[in-house]
């Protein structure tokens, strides 16, 4: 089980732990895009149940039911939230009154009819979009004027023979695009880096670095980066690394031979629990340690981190295959969800239960929220921790139960359609 998978487990678990009961008959559940990018990010809950597949497994948890007012600050003396049939919340104003000069509202497909899927935002108004990504089609990259509608071809993306993979974890910056393409060779993993000018142009391989052999794998590559004139990325397993955007040989970045990048030039530890506590600036040196108590579990960004008060009880589990032996195990019990600063200062309560995770807090200051509307049906909502306000997205169930969780990371960009509209989310317009 990877990172991902893992962090998503544990979100099953703490939304199963705080969720009420809800009366028979309703039904929910989420479905997400599968593209890396934005999966890392998705926050797989829903209003009656969730429904989530893991290593080809499906996992299914009841609902969480989500306040508008935040739960108060608990103390030594914590209980677990109630199981109290939810009444319903109240739902806030659409996102379009809220903040208006965030969103874009663009046709879901480009004007030849293409299905296309937002990668990240170029600049205050180009969008980098992406097509033919299922079907085994040809895939090209494209900038997307969100003012004028208009797209712009980029480039086609290219198949490298022995490649099992177009262009995983696309980023871009300082004039140029970059992604990278698994293959195999011979009894290696190799994932090739791939270039090209955002202006568009024809793509050229960077370098082909390593992913692990027979007896060392280093996993797949993540969180990639471009920093002025080098492409710099980590291995899943661990370890930053930087190669020239002109070709040649991957070099470790000083200490951070066992660190992922959270958000260039920090890195720090990828960890299911107190991911990030403890941050390095790989410039200039500066550490950066987020204050955690022994009963808490956090996961941080650069300025905050989003956590829960746990408490664990000891359950005793009765075999029902015999034969085996009664054992006592560890029950995790969520006592509290709060939000603060590293060093400890600006706490906050979290809505009861917010949608969080280490690449969840887009900015560090937005949180997804699935509210219940008057007729139980579930609503997803966006709430800023740093202003109290909270604005609905749109998204409804679909016919079969299905609600869609809009698709964010770290940075500005949030996306999700609803009908023949795609919405574009540039969140750091909101003051």
């Known amino acids: 089980m990877n990172d991902l998978e893992n962090e998503l487990s544990r979100f099953l678990v703490d939304a199963a732990e705080r969720a009420p009961r809800v009366p028979a008959g309703l039904s929910a559940t989420v ?164 270039t090209v000018p955002v202006r568009g142009g024809t793509p050229r391989p960077v370098s082909d670095v390593p992913m692990g052999n027979a007896t060392k794998q280093l996993g797949q590559i993540t969180d990639l980066t471009v920093v002025g004139k080098n492409v710099i990325f980590a291995y899943e397993k661990g370890g930053v690394y930087r190669v020239p955007l002109s070709g040649g040989q991957m070099q470790p970045v000083k200490g951070a031979e066992r660190q992922r990048i959270l958000q260039w030039p920090w890195v720090g530890a990828h960890r299911v629990e107190n991911g990030f506590a403890e941050l390095f600036n790989a410039e200039t040196g500066e550490r950066r340690d987020a204050v955690v108590a022994a009963d808490e579990e956090v996961r941080c960004g650069v300025i905050r981190c989003a956590g829960v008060k746990v408490r664990y009880e000891k359950v005793k589990v009765t075999c029902t295959v015999k034969p085996c032996t009664d054992k006592v195990k560890q029950k995790r019990v969520i006592l509290r969800s709060f939000v603060r600063n590293r060093d400890g200062s600006g706490e906050r309560p979290l809505p009861d239960p917010t949608l969080y995770g280490p690449t969840d807090l887009a900015l560090e200051r937005f949180f997804k929220q699935i509210l219940h509307g008057p007729r139980g049906e579930s609503v997803m909502a966006l709430y800023d921790v740093e202003t109290g306000r909270m604005a609905d997205l749109g998204l409804r169930p679909d016919a079969k139960g299905l609600i869609s969780i809009p698709q964010s990371q770290l940075d500005a960009l949030m996306t999700y359609s609803i009908g023949d509209k795609m919405y574009v989310l540039d969140l750091s317009t909101i003051e």
Do not use: C, M
């Not at 080809?56 to 030594?76: D, E, F, I, K, L």
């Not at 023979?161 to 910056?173: E, T």
């Open 31 to 194: 479905k997400a895009r599968h593209r890396r990018r934005r999966a890392r990010s998705a926050a797989l809950l829903a209003a009656v149940a969730v429904v989530v597949v893991i290593g080809g497994a499906g996992v299914a948890v009841n609902a969480v039911r989500t306040s508008v007012a935040p739960q108060p600050v608990a103390n030594a003396t914590d209980k677990p939230t109630g199981r109290a049939k939810p009444p319903a919340d109240v739902i806030p104003p659409s996102i379009e009154k809220v903040w208006p000069q965030a969103v874009h509202k663009i046709p879901a497909t480009l004007p030849d009819g293409r299905d296309y899927y937002p990668e990240l935002l170029l600049d205050d108004r180009t969008l980098l979009v992406i097509t033919g990504i299922t079907g085994g089609k040809r895939r090209f990259l494209w900038s997307y004027d969100l003012h004028s509608g208009k797209p712009t071809r980029i480039a086609e993306i290219p198949l490298t023979k022995g490649s099992q993979s177009f262009a995983d974890d696309i980023a871009a910056g300082d004039g140029n695009i970059v992604w990278w393409a698994f293959k195999e060779a011979g009894k290696n993993q190799v994932a090739q880096i791939w």
